[in-house]
């Protein structure tokens, strides 16, 4: 399913952007122009920021590129769109059993589902797709890991049989990083040398409701409905996503009725902007994305937990939440992000008081009174936030450093921390919504997401029960010792922020609360 690049009515020349930007004097939110519904059923979107790998579910990693692995793959389970909780619901398979020690799935599975390629879906695929994940052996290979057998009777019904327990699996098998089913004939044919990692760079195998027509990295992403879609017909029969990596651009883009909608990443003025206009509808959805605070216990007076403790209660977190996420954030409460545990578990227990920091800043020599904060350099909010932080500090008589880092060297840092900051401002969000997702990465000593080395030996403990039981309590527990351990801090909880023309609709009700800067496509339309 190839297609020849071919930019749409939707992705201007860089002299009609640059005319465009002249006309409108600048950018911000406000609809500048009548925007009609398109006659022709194209849904035009953008990436601000290229996903920056091929769109292969077993490799892809990260937040934009997710508009198309979920499009073009599905699940044997997912989340419940349109809620605030993440609900596990039906998908490839219609009904499932957990045995009561969590090592045996079984799962029934859905009739009449075709792959793109005609290849009818039965749980022939299963075992195939699952070992295709553990040969390519990317970051979420670590959800498949643990499979002993994946075993058949007939073509509908399977079971999977874990080696140690796992509380979580069925939250692996419908999170937006879980397995994908994968034709089997198409992996067969198109294996090569790299388990059809090639051939997936530009084609898809999944069942999803939109098949890939066109994927440049660095510039252009396309897809058209797939006409054999189980779930029905979707509105929009094909979606054009240029890659446009200015956020001014993107915004006039919008206001001038080009793109359907913006689902990421726009900044603190924009939003402004827009819940002001009046006209553009507004979208301030449920994720579980947390701006979170790392400090490394490895530098300087950050060695003792007191001192990083301290540094914490000092953050006037209301100043931050007002001045950059009003109106897309809440303070956050609990050491996971929001929508994971119930109100009043895993609590940070975390008071401003100035005071044991400027104490301590006070006893400390000159040449020790000076540490970094560091953002990712693609986050103009966390910049503002690093920068709110340094004047807050430097009222206590710390002088804090501000520096971009780029997301690759920010990942880096898991393998090699050298060069890593004082503390570090990101984005962040779990694999799938069972608590032990989000510990195992951040809190566990070699965590996929633990950047700046922290550890304690009571979490490192309670993590392989917590893996076994998916114990509340357990859970609980750990996310408060991460917290009093004085390196992980939950500063706000995040929304997605989305902005549509009016006459788009079905926004809310095609958004998954376990998958930010993305929607459901197929659940689209117009009115």
Not at 288 to 310: I, Q
């Amino acid at each position: 399913m190839t297609s020849r690049f071919s930019r749409t009515a939707g992705a201007l020349t860089a002299a009609a952007l640059l005319g465009l930007a002249a006309a409108c004097g600048g950018s911000g939110g406000g609809v500048t122009a009548k925007s009609t519904p398109p006659a022709d059923h194209v849904l035009h979107l953008s990436f601000l920021q290229d996903p920056g790998q091929p769109p292969d579910p077993d490799i892809y990693y990260s937040g934009q590129g997710l508009l198309l692995t979920t499009n073009l793959y599905e699940g044997l389970l997912k989340y419940q769109p349109g809620t605030a909780e993440p609900k596990i619901v039906a998908s490839l398979a219609e009904s499932w059993t957990a045995s009561k020690d969590n090592t045996t799935f079984t799962l029934k599975l859905r009739k009449g589902v075709v792959f793109h390629d005609g290849t009818p879906f039965t749980a022939a695929a299963v075992k195939p797709s699952f070992d295709r994940r553990l040969a390519v052996n990317q970051g979420p290979a670590y959800m498949v890991a643990d499979v002993a057998s994946v075993t058949t009777s007939g073509d509908y019904d399977v079971t999977i049989k874990l080696k140690t327990p796992n509380a979580s699996f069925l939250d692996y098998l419908a999170a937006p990083y879980g397995p994908k089913m994968m034709s089997p004939k198409a992996l067969a044919a198109n294996a090569g040398k790299d388990h059809t990692q090639t051939y997936i760079q530009t084609h898809d195998v999944g069942t999803g409701a939109y098949t890939l027509t066109d994927a440049k990295v660095g510039s252009h992403y396309a897809m058209k409905a797939f006409d054999q879609y189980w779930g029905g017909k979707p509105y929009f029969t094909s979606v054009d996503i240029p890659v446009q990596t200015d956020a001014s651009t993107q915004q006039l883009l919008f206001n001038k009725g080009q793109l359907a909608a913006i689902v990421h990443d726009l900044p603190a003025s924009a939003v402004k902007s827009y819940l002001k206009d009046g006209i553009t509808k507004t979208y301030s959805l449920p994720t579980l994305m947390s701006d979170y605070l790392y400090l490394n216990p490895n530098k300087g007076f950050l060695k003792d937990k007191a001192a990083r403790v301290a540094l914490n209660q000092a953050i006037d977190i209301d100043q931050i939440q007002k001045q950059v996420f009003e109106g897309r954030a809440t303070k956050a409460a609990q050491a996971y992000p929001a929508h994971m545990m119930a109100d009043g578990k895993a609590l940070q227990g975390i008071t401003r008081d100035p005071a044991p920091l400027q104490k301590l800043v006070a006893s400390l020599p000159p040449d020790q009174k000076t540490i970094t904060i560091g953002y990712d350099s693609v986050s103009p909010d966390n910049q503002t936030v690093a920068n709110l932080m340094s004047a807050q500090y430097s009222a206590l008589g710390l002088t804090a450093k501000v520096q971009a880092y780029p997301t690759a060297t920010i990942f880096g840092w898991i393998s090699d921390p050298k060069g890593s900051p004082d503390m570090l401002v990101t984005l962040g969000w779990p694999d799938a919504a069972s608590p032990y997702t989000w510990s195992h990465i951040s809190f566990s000593p070699d965590g996929g997401l633990n950047y700046l080395h922290c550890s304690d030996p009571e979490i490192t403990k309670l993590l392989p029960d917590n893996k076994r039981t998916g114990s509340v309590e357990s859970s609980s527990r750990i996310g408060q010792l991460s917290a009093a351990t004085g390196c992980w801090y939950n500063l706000v909880n995040q929304n997605d922020f989305m902005v549509a023309q009016p006459w788009l609709k079905g926004v809310a009700e095609s958004h998954v609360v376990t998958q930010p800067n993305t929607l459901y496509l197929a659940g689209l339309s117009v009115g």
